[in-house]
């Protein structure tokens, strides 16, 4: 559907909302929007559901996000970034990976994601997602890649869940975003790091 119609029908939307009464809430093209008191249209985040697997998150730590790195053991290279970028404020930087690693998360099992990926193990993943984003409090980051894809589990269930939780009052600050061989490449050229090839890889597409 076209750019044009879309806004087209949503011009209508708000012609009607003044003379006819009608819900705050718009539901279009599987998308749910909000008609503010000035008549802007504004899109309402969805709130994730998935099994609870009982994922500890503790609250001090600035917890990491992260998508679109297009490298295998992307894992490793976000919790170096987020362990490298924290520490440089005093702070101790996590990922939902690295969650995992700790005594409190032993009891979750992860699985290892291949491709292709087994429905469960996408499932698992889709779940442990949903839980660290709904679950996380207190200063939140972002770090992106060039290769984000609209199935992410960022774009699908993380960013949705973080934005509905902040628009509902919730203790979340920070969101700032880095770009991924900006940090990696430049702020973290001579930082030791545990996977040389993979960093090269990286740094190296960037010329």
């Given at each position: 559907?076209?750019?044009?119609?879309?806004?087209?029908?949503?011009?209508?939307v708000i012609l009607v909302e003044k003379t006819v009464s009608f819900?705050?809430?718009?539901?279009?093209e599987g998308e749910s929007y909000r008609v503010e008191g000035d008549n802007r249209l504004l899109r309402v985040a969805k709130k994730c559901t998935g099994n609870r697997l009982?994922?500890?998150?503790?609250y001090n730590a600035v917890k990491f996000f992260w998508s679109g790195f297009g490298v295998a053991d992307s894992d490793k290279v976000a919790a170096e970034i987020a362990q490298h970028v924290a520490e440089?404020?005093?702070k101790k930087g996590v990922t939902l990976e690295t969650l995992l690693e700790l005594e409190e998360n032993r009891h979750i099992k992860?699985?290892?994601w291949t491709v292709p990926v087994t429905p469960e193990c996408?499932?698992?993943?889709?779940?442990?997602?949903?839980?660290y984003a709904s679950t996380a409090r207190g200063e939140v980051r972002v770090i992106?890649?060039?290769r984000v894809s609209p199935t992410s589990a960022w774009l699908t269930t993380e960013k949705?869940?973080?934005?509905y939780l902040r628009s509902n009052g919730q203790d979340l600050w920070g969101f700032k975003q880095y770009e991924l061989e900006s940090v990696y490449c430049k702020d973290m050229a001579t930082h030791q790091t545990r996977v040389p090839e993979i960093k090269q890889e990286i740094c190296m597409r960037k010329v």
């Open positions: 559907m076209s750019k044009s119609f879309v806004l087209f029908y949503i011009v209508i819900p705050r809430e718009i539901y279009f009982g994922l500890y998150v503790p440089k404020e005093g992860p699985c290892k996408r499932q698992f993943w889709q779940d442990l997602s949903c839980e992106l890649g060039p949705d869940q973080l934005e």
